[in-house]
């Protein structure tokens, strides 16, 4: 037996140090090879090869030399398809739309019955709490004008409804919703619109008034924003976005969103701008810019004006279709003028939802006033939608960054020129012009506001057309972007925007393994094929969160 067993011992250790020394031949964790990487870098490179180890990119280049000097726990071969950076959303709006999908879908509704019609099914499935929708747009309809709430009273007379338009902008409720917040006919409020006819309450409420029943909302439970957070993030991995930037978030979602991501339900990275309030400027004033790995929160949304859909965008002239109104700013330029004096002394950055020219205008001017000439403070104007013309130098001069989202051009083209004329819609959604200013421009859809998928982006961005193919030779063509510059737009670019273009962004040694596997080359893709085309996988981190089944 002592015989056997001195003969088994030594070829047990042989077998053990032989496993051993495999063991520390692997120097990777992930290799991919057989791709068309479009690495996104300073030269635009193309390689066909990416090595990952530890969540982040260790070298990019040709199979035969990485192949050698690399040895993967995972090879995976992508059959000569296109690699892209993982794809950024510069403006979204992500807790917003996780919420979304556990209320009332009303996008492409054609009609106010069809509408009341999806309430009332939802009703009978959630038969408790508040009715809360969104995604309805008159303009969609063939009566274009708001609805009333008078069939919502009769389908809901003590249960409270809010359904939110499009936008986000204006809300319709129902006279339960209005005595809840104690609204009366002819109250009015700064900012905002409660709209009375003849004496009565419609039920459409504009901007700020939106807030005297939202804020009557209970808080959601712990259980439900989980579902929320996850619900838009499975959803988000499915189109390869790998961050978003979630613009006005309360300062008490970073605590939410950190434990969620540290217990790895929620592995989508985040940039979020805190929203303009008091309560938010003395969080991150007192403890300073919030980074981890997942989440940076060093900025602040501010809202200058509404929407041009629902005329409460803030214009310098009349709006074409209702004489004598010009949309409103939602608070004082003193107001705008304070916030950009602290965060310029406090070194945060200032993001502005803008969207009439002369919202653009007042915030171009006070963000040149607080930045004093060339700076590398990022400030942004979100949506930079309708500038005039004398007024687009000032982003170059003052390094203020256009942040756009090119399907609010194709979404809006049908009638925002009934609401500013021709002559103010030919230098409206300007992207190409806006583009020329700093060299560089960020892209984003607006989620929930427009689909959140990517694709979109870039086919609205580069075709300036509807997915029908609508108009023929694009909408205001002179303003498409390349393809080139569509894809650093939602890449490289959109990082810069946050602030992030040493991390991710790009297919660059030392950067997040953060990539997206596709069906077709949108750089080579036809035209009409750009929506079409499908994520085949997401990884983030290195490790693969979304295969196309």
């Given at each position: ?7 088994i ?5 042989g077998?053990?140090?032989?496993s051993?020394q ?11 090879k ?17 090595v990952?180890?530890?969540?982040k990119i ?5 199979a035969d ?7 993967a726990?995972?090879v995976?071969?992508?059959g ?9 959303d ?10 979304s999908?556990q ?9 106010w019955?069809e509408i ?6 939802f ?14 747009d ?5 009566d274009?004008q708001?609805?009333n ?7 809901f ?6 359904l939110?338009r ?9 006279q ?24 009565k ?10 807030h ?14 989980q ?5 838009a993030q ?7 976005l790998t ?15 950190t434990?969620?991501q540290?217990?790895?339900?929620l592995k989508m990275?985040?940039?979020?701008m805190l929203?303009?309030?008091p ?7 007192k ?9 940076d929160?060093r900025?602040f ?8 859909g ?18 409103f ?6 107001h705008f003028?304070e ?17 009439g ?16 000439g060339?700076n ?6 979100e949506?930079?939608q ?8 000032l ?6 960054i256009?942040s ?5 051009a194709t ?12 002559q103010?819609l030919?230098?409206a ?12 421009i960020?892209?984003g859809?607006?989620?929930?506001v427009?689909?959140i ?5 870039f086919?609205?961005?580069t075709?300036r057309?509807?997915?029908?193919g609508?108009?023929?030779g694009?909408f205001?063509?002179e303003?498409a ?36 596997i ?15 085309v ?8 290195g490790?693969?969160?979304y295969?196309?089944?």
């Amino acid at each position: 037996m002592r015989e056997k067993l001195k003969q088994i011992c030594p070829l047990l250790l042989g077998i053990a140090f032989a496993s051993c020394q495999q063991k520390k031949e692997y120097n990777a964790d992930l290799l991919i090879k057989d791709a068309v990487v479009y690495t996104v870098d300073s030269n635009f490179t193309i390689a066909n090869t990416i090595v990952v180890n530890g969540g982040k990119i260790v070298a990019v280049g040709d199979a035969d030399s990485l192949e050698n000097k690399y040895k993967a726990r995972k090879v995976v071969d992508a059959g000569g398809k296109a690699v892209y950076p993982g794809f950024i959303d510069a403006h979204a709006h992500f807790y917003e739309y996780g919420m979304s999908l556990q209320e009332v879908h009303l996008e492409g509704t054609q009609s106010w019955k069809e509408i009341t019609d999806s309430v009332q099914n939802f009703a009978k499935r959630n038969t408790e709490g508040w009715i809360i929708g969104r995604g309805w747009d008159q303009n969609d309809w063939k009566d274009k004008q708001f609805p009333n709430k008078a069939k919502l009273d009769s389908l809901f007379p003590v249960r409270p409804v809010i359904l939110s338009r499009v936008d986000g902008h204006a809300v319709i409720v129902n006279q339960a919703a209005l005595n809840i917040a104690g609204i009366k006919p002819g109250q009015t409020i700064a900012g905002g619109q409660i709209e009375t006819i003849n004496g009565k309450l419609t039920g459409i409420l504009v901007d700020n008034a939106t807030h005297l029943v939202q804020h009557k909302i209970p808080e959601p439970t712990d259980a439900l924003v989980q579902e929320a957070f996850t619900d838009a993030q499975r959803n988000c991995f499915a189109v390869g976005l790998t961050t978003v930037d979630d613009c006005g978030l309360p300062y008490t979602m970073i605590n939410t969103i950190t434990q969620l991501q540290h217990k790895g339900a929620l592995k989508m990275r985040m940039y979020v701008m805190l929203s303009d309030n008091p309560d938010n400027f003395e969080y991150l004033f007192k403890h300073g810019v919030y980074k981890t790995p997942g989440l940076d929160v060093r900025a602040f949304k501010v809202y200058a004006d509404g929407a041009l859909g629902s005329r409460g965008a803030c214009l310098l002239k009349p709006y074409a279709d209702k004489p004598g109104w010009n949309g409103f700013l939602l608070s004082s330029q003193k107001h705008f003028e304070e916030v950009a004096t602290k965060l310029a002394a406090k070194g945060f950055q200032m993001c502005t939802h803008a969207i009439g020219d002369s919202a653009n205008r007042v915030m171009l001017k006070i963000y040149a006033k607080a930045l004093k000439g060339k700076n590398d403070r990022r400030w942004r104007i979100e949506h930079s939608q309708i500038v005039s013309p004398e007024d687009v130098k000032l982003f170059g001069e003052y390094n203020i960054i256009p942040s756009v989202q090119p399907t609010h051009a194709t979404s809006d083209m049908y009638w925002a020129g009934q609401r500013l004329g021709a002559q103010r819609l030919k230098t409206a959604y300007a992207y190409k012009d806006l583009l020329k200013q700093n060299g560089w421009i960020p892209l984003g859809t607006d989620f929930p506001v427009e689909n959140i998928n990517p694709m979109f982006t870039f086919y609205a961005a580069t075709e300036r057309m509807d997915q029908k193919g609508f108009p023929a030779g694009g909408f205001q063509k002179e303003n498409a972007l390349s393809r080139v510059e569509a894809l650093k737009g939602m890449t490289i670019w959109a990082a810069k925007a946050n602030f992030e273009e040493k991390e991710k962004g790009s297919i660059e040694p030392g950067k997040y393994a953060d990539f997206v596997i596709l069906d077709q080359d949108i750089m080579k893709a036809a035209g009409t094929q750009l929506p079409k085309v499908k994520v085949l996988k997401t990884y983030v981190n290195g490790e693969k969160v979304y295969e196309k089944k």
